[in-house]
């Protein structure tokens, strides 16, 4: 039987490419439905499966901050089961947290915390009356350690992490294997999709300058990472599919290979001085390159 794959976020990115891949299986292993809010961007998805998809893909139109929209995408499954859900949508928000509104920060919220919640919710019930099923879920590394200018992103990473391990706790007794897939930087949308201060920005002049130099050295130590450490989605990609293809999968994977060096700091220095000076001097003493 063909595994059910229904994914969230699919318009770019990581969603996009891991709804290809799997649609593309030579042995057609995989039916899958790839969601996107905005159904008007399916095109470029399209042209990557290029009618390879006839019948291992369909697109269904889901905002995971919309119940409704969700419930009508998960009634259009064919299958009437789902054994694989990715819930991959997600934001950014960044700048200095002083001239973030409650209205940005709560959509941040809303999308990447309550709109993964929203969408296991409703998927499980029929996922524990199959007695199996898997859930993967788009984690960062922002959800494992703190990143100056990014609190709420990281702080909506973060509580993921608290709901998959809680679920992930009851679940195992329902045959059901949740994994975060914990990703560094990659080459998608993202950088283009979050809100992000500009410099130039009227909102940024209420800020002081200390904070605006700081930021300023953020935003190049995060072009530069980007520029020279970002993983491709394909890379990502493979991690799925580990997970997806393992008998037992693991809960956290890490797309580099393993827990970055500043991530193990927290963990084996837990007053968590450490972590913070050696990120502060990642960050704000590099020399310019
Ligand atoms: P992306 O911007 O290309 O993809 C994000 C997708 O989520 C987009 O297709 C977007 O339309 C969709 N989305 C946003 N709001 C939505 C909503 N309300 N309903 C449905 N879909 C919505 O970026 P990406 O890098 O592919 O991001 C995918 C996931 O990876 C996100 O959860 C992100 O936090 C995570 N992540 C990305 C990076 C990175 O560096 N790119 C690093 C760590 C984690």
């Known amino acids: 039987d063909r595994k059910v794959v229904f994914i969230t976020g699919c318009?770019?990115?990581?969603?996009?490419?891991?709804?290809?891949?799997?649609?593309?299986?030579?042995?057609?292993?995989?039916?899958?439905?790839?969601?996107?809010?905005?159904?008007?961007?399916?095109?470029?998805?399209?042209?990557?499966?290029k009618g390879l998809h006839?019948?291992?893909?369909?697109?269904?139109?889901?905002?995971?901050t919309d119940q409704q929209s969700i419930l009508d995408a998960r009634d259009r499954v064919v299958e009437k089961r789902v054994d694989i859900l990715v819930c991959n949508a997600g934001v950014g928000l960044m700048g200095p947290l002083e001239i973030q509104s409650l209205d940005s920060m709560r959509c941040i919220?809303?999308?990447?915390?309550?709109?993964?919640?929203?969408?296991?919710?409703?998927?499980?019930p029929e996922m524990k009356v199959q007695g199996q099923g898997r859930i993967l879920v788009t984690g960062s590394t922002g959800g494992l350690h703190g990143l100056p200018?990014?609190?709420?992103?990281?702080?909506?990473?973060?509580?993921?992490?608290?709901?998959?391990?809680?679920?992930?706790?009851?679940?195992?007794?329902?045959?059901?294997?949740v994994s975060l897939i914990e990703c560094g930087p990659?080459?998608?949308d993202f950088l283009v999709n979050l809100q992000k201060a500009e410099l130039g920005d009227t909102s940024l002049q209420q800020?002081?300058?200390q904070t605006l130099s700081m930021y300023e050295k953020y935003l190049q130590h995060c072009g530069s990472v980007f520029q020279n450490a970002a993983q491709d989605t394909e890379d990502i990609v493979k991690v799925f599919l580990d997970s997806i293809q393992s008998p037992s999968p693991a809960f956290r994977y890490f797309t580099s290979g393993?827990?970055?060096?500043?991530?193990?700091?927290?963990?084996t220095e837990p007053d968590g001085l450490q972590y913070i000076r050696a990120m502060s001097k990642h960050i704000f003493s590099a020399e310019e390159q």
């Open 54 to 64: 006839k019948d291992t893909l369909d697109i269904l139109q889901m905002d995971v």
């Open 258 to 267: 393993s827990m970055p060096p500043l991530t193990k700091l927290k963990i």
């Open 149 to 177: 200018f990014n609190e709420v992103y990281c702080a909506s990473k973060f509580a993921i992490e608290g709901a998959c391990e809680s679920l992930a706790v009851l679940l195992q007794h329902f045959n059901i294997h």
């Open 11 to 49: 318009s770019s990115g990581i969603g996009l490419s891991l709804a290809v891949r799997l649609a593309s299986n030579p042995d057609k292993t995989y039916k899958v439905y790839a969601t996107m809010r905005n159904l008007a961007k399916k095109e470029r998805l399209l042209e990557c499966v």
């Open 186 to 188: 990659v080459n998608t």
């Open 207 to 209: 800020v002081d300058t």
């Open 109 to 124: 919220l809303e999308v990447n915390l309550l709109g993964t919640i929203q969408t296991i919710q409703a998927f499980l």
